[in-house]
């Protein structure tokens, strides 16, 4: 038995093995639905052609104003989705030079009653490091750093909307400024400041009292349903990569988002990248990954679990390995045939073959040379005297239909022809 045993082949691998490659290309396969719905991660060395946005790590970008703001215990969302310029929270939006000022002053007035919103404007005109640098030079410049060129307004600003119009105008040797509490010098002597053509807030100016950020204040004309604020931040040097080098810069600007967002009604802060044309669209495949639907895609995860693990449960002993797959003869004939009848129930058909079948093997046993049921009874009579007549057990078979009578009756033929051949074994 042991020498049996041995001799098995074993697997290639144990049922732990075969289970952890299972669910490892499960989880895999996850994760691939997730990208292709997500779409890919954006980083600052990727895309946007050096433009300035929340995942941009350049001088021009706002990486760094992203993961100030979550210091500050709030929770940050990059949003590449239309659905997250609907926030409750407050929503910073960096546009670029070629926005169109129709769609921003469409936004805007959604936002009135929305929650609060900051626009920071562009200001360089950046590219990434082109490819014909020296390589030591290349080698220089980490994942996402950009080369800045000459300062650029935008132009479309004065093409919103009432109330949110202004000029965006370019102006040089300005480097002192003050608001929200503070007061510094700006990283450049190139200045950009604003010209409202409405009615306004200032927030933070220059020595010259020049507009660097300013609140607007006509949608906040309905004493009965007050709208929330609007605030742009022109001098993006105030809240870039650049300008968060300085500690009075970087508490301006944060203590500007965070008079913003004490206006909301969460605390959240959304950092919009579908502007920067980051903008990705729904399906069906993001949203199974987010509530509500989150709770039904985890429940079938799990039952596919408990499905794939009891896939690996056996159920009963092994099947031996001894013999063909498929048995030959008439064993298997016979069982298939009855099988056959069994599923089509036609009990009745079994007696009179039966009967005919053990009257052959009976005379046979009495040394007859036909099967004559008459000869059968005149032959047994001489040999068993006190035996059942061979016609009886034959005719009882034969109006048989249940299959405990069937059974009963060829038992009694079975038993007859069992004491011939033991009486001829006798002899």
């Known amino acids: 038995m042991t020498a049996v045993a041995a001799a098995r082949p074993s697997g290639a691998f144990s049922k732990f093995g075969v289970f952890a490659l299972v669910a490892g290309g499960f989880a895999l396969f996850l994760a691939l639905l997730y990208l292709l719905g997500a779409g890919e991660e954006i980083d600052g060395n990727s895309g946007g052609g050096g433009q300035a946005h929340a995942v941009s790590k350049g001088l021009n970008g706002y990486a760094g104003l992203v993961r100030l703001v979550e210091a500050q215990g709030h929770d940050v969302e990059r949003s590449r989705r239309r659905g ?37 404007l562009s200001k360089w005109w950046a590219l990434e490091p082109p490819q014909q640098l020296p390589e030591k030079v290349r080698a220089k410049f980490k994942p996402g ?13 004065q093409e919103l909307g009432r109330p949110f119009a202004f000029e965006h105008k370019f102006k040089g040797e300005s480097t002192r400024w003050s608001g ?7 990283p450049t002597g190139t200045t950009l400041h604003a010209v409202p053509a409405h009615e306004f807030a200032p927030l933070i100016s220059d020595e010259a009292g020049d507009l660097l950020a300013f609140m607007t204040k006509g949608a906040r004309d309905f004493p009965s349903n007050p709208a929330y604020p609007v605030a742009f931040l022109v001098e993006p040097d105030m809240a870039n990569n650049y300008g968060l080098a300085d500690a009075d810069r970087a508490a301006a600007t944060v203590a500007l988002v965070e008079q913003l967002s004490d206006e909301a009604s969460t605390g959240d802060v959304v950092f919009d990248l579908t502007l920067n044309g980051f903008g990705g669209q729904e399906n069906l495949l993001t949203l199974a990954f987010r509530p509500p639907f989150l709770a039904a895609t985890l429940s079938l995860i799990v039952a596919l679990l408990i499905v794939g693990w009891r896939a690996f449960m056996r159920f009963g002993p092994a099947a031996s390995s001894a013999g063909p797959d498929i048995a030959f003869g008439k064993r298997q004939l016979i069982t298939n045939g009855a099988g056959l009848i069994l599923r089509a129930r036609r009990f009745a058909l079994l007696g009179a073959p039966y009967a005919a079948l053990s009257a052959r093997r009976i005379a046979e046993r ?51 022809a069992t004491t011939l051949q033991q009486g001829q074994s006798t002899r």
């Not at 936004?107 to 920071?120: C, D, E, N, S, Y």
């Not at 060129?149 to 132009?155: F, H, K, L, M, Y």
């Not at 009886?392 to 079975?414: F, G, H, M, V």
């Open 366 to 416: 009495l040394g007859l040379t036909r099967a004559d049921p008459a000869a059968i009874d005149a032959a047994l009579a001489r040999r068993l005297p006190d035996a059942e007549p061979f016609t009886q057990r034959a005719a009882r078979l034969e109006a048989a239909s249940k299959p405990a009578e069937i059974l009963a009756a060829a038992q009694s033929l079975d038993d007859l």
């Open 84 to 120: 997250g310029l609907e926030t409750t929270g407050l929503l910073i939006l960096t546009p670029p030079p070629t926005a169109k000022p129709e769609e921003i002053t469409k936004l805007l007035k959604q936002r009135a009653f929305t929650g609060p919103t900051l626009v920071i």
């Open 145 to 157: 750093w950009v080369m800045l060129g000459p300062p650029q307004p935008s132009r479309w600003t």
């Open 180 to 186: 929200m509490k503070r007061s510094g010098k700006l």
